[in-house]
């Protein structure tokens, strides 16, 4: 079955730095990858997907994504955060049979 | 398109008492999920529907949790007798089709006391 491994549950960073959220899937098969963002107490937002064709994502707010079949990572970058990217970030997969597997999350604190 | 609706947003019920929350997916999408999150437990699938069939339901905690798809455009999830854990946020979502991504609502945060 596939999983997908978010390894960080909180990461702080100063505002302007840049920042990696770290995001693994355990699949035997083509997978389609997606970073959503979850604000408080609202629902989930695609930041970007996966697919198929570029490796490299790029979706909204400045967020990339880079899908690394070698190393069965998807990690979301950004070059420089603001206070307002301060949210829960999701990193999910399925394999096209629609069971969509979220991992458990990444909490960013951006603080001035 | 005003999006995945769902209903109530907020709903605060006791112990005992029967809860059904709602969704209207977006027209046209033939996936629909839901899902619970808690401190806990994260996001977990409850179960999926496509073209309105219950395709896996292997997340449903209990027998007390059931979900039904009448038609295209609408969801309902129930839960008989409810219970204080069974406070969670519900989400709602859906997709067009296997190769892209979910839409999700706003979700109903469910408090049993």
């Known amino acids: 079955a596939q999983s997908v491994t978010q390894l960080d549950s909180q990461v702080p960073v100063f505002e302007e730095a840049p920042v990696e959220l770290r995001c693994n899937y355990s699949?035997?098969?083509?997978?389609?990858l997606f970073w959503y963002v979850q604000y408080p107490n609202q629902g989930l937002q695609l930041l970007l997907k996966?697919?198929?064709?570029?490796?490299l994502v790029k979706g909204i707010n400045g967020f990339e994504a880079e899908f690394n079949k070698s190393q069965t990572s998807f990690h979301l970058r950004k070059p420089s955060v603001h206070i307002s990217d301060t949210a829960e970030y999701f990193c999910?997969?399925?394999?096209?049979?629609?069971?969509?597997?979220f991992g458990t999350g990444t909490r960013l604190l951006v603080s001035p | 398109d005003a999006g995945v609706i769902q209903s109530p947003r907020h709903e605060v019920t006791e112990m005992g008492q029967e809860v059904t929350l709602r969704c209207k997916p977006i027209?046209?999408?033939?996936?629909l999920f839901w899902y619970r999150q808690t401190m806990m437990r994260g996001l977990e699938l409850l179960i999926y529907f496509n073209n309105n069939v219950p395709i896996d339901d292997s997340g449903m905690p209990e027998d007390r949790f059931s979900a039904k798809m009448p038609n295209a455009s609408f969801s309902t999830l129930k839960i008989q007798p409810s219970e204080p854990r069974d406070s969670a946020v519900y989400f709602c979502?859906?997709?067009?089709?296997?190769?892209?991504?979910?839409?999700f609502g706003q979700g109903t945060r469910l408090t049993v006391v």
């Open positions: 999910a997969g399925n394999t096209g049979f629609q069971k969509l597997v």
């Open positions: 699949s035997s098969v083509s997978v389609y």
């Open positions: 979502a859906s997709t067009p089709r296997s190769d892209t991504e979910a839409f």
């Open positions: 027209s046209g999408h033939d996936y």
């Open positions: 996966y697919l198929s064709g570029s490796t």
